[in-house]
């Protein structure tokens, strides 16, 4: 593979990115290969040693997919990092991909249950004591407000639930590349350090 080659799949595997993020690391691949043609290889090796560049754009996009997560902690930060981390492929998927569907699936569920609790509350407060249910229009006040307490502790504890599970997937897939990853750093070292 030509420097040319390797730098353009790399260019089209890192698209989504912010165009500063990817420009700086096109930037660090192209300095491999200056670096690489000062010592005497050829494209071919150094392409070789750096590893397959579509790869290599799933592995960045799944990191900074990651540390943006870590930064911002909002559900776009979150379906960011999974979708990351899925395409990455670092994820058993036959195995785990179900399991993680299911409990997103829960999630889910549960987040629809929350949000009509709170707004069945907000009703019966405000509807309350105007339809004569049992106990007056205090009662009704009371259990308007029950309810939608009651909702807002269960969204509280779904969101930090939601931010372990997405702690987890994002530990998990960084396992997985740190295992990888020592196999893959003697080749990268070797074009920059080795002059022979």
Do not use: C
């Not at 030509?2 to 420009?23: D, Q």
């Amino acid at each position: 593979m030509t420097r040319a080659e390797f730098l353009s799949r790399l260019k089209k595997g890192l698209v989504g990115l912010p165009l500063s993020t990817a420009s700086d690391i096109v930037n660090d691949y192209e300095t491999h290969f200056t670096d690489g043609a000062a010592a005497g290889r050829t494209e071919a090796e150094v392409a070789a040693a750096l590893g397959d560049p579509d790869r290599l754009a799933r592995e960045l996009r799944a990191e900074a997919g990651a540390q943006r997560w870590h930064q911002e902690k909002n559900p776009s930060a979150a379906a960011g990092a999974v979708f990351a981390v899925l395409g990455l492929g670092a994820i058993d998927i036959l195995i785990l991909l179900p399991i993680l569907m299911g409990v997103i699936g829960t999630l889910f569920g549960f987040a629809i249950a929350v949000i009509a609790l709170f707004v069945s509350g907000g009703a019966i407060m405000v509807a309350g004591p105007f339809a004569d249910l049992p106990g007056g229009a205090f009662a009704a006040i009371l259990a308007g407000l029950g309810l939608m307490a009651g909702a807002a502790s269960a969204g509280a504890l779904l969101a930090i639930v939601t931010i372990w599970l997405v702690n987890g997937i994002v530990w998990f897939a960084r396992l997985h590349y740190r295992l990888l990853k020592p196999a893959l750093e003697p080749q990268s070292t070797q074009v920059v350090g080795d002059p022979a």
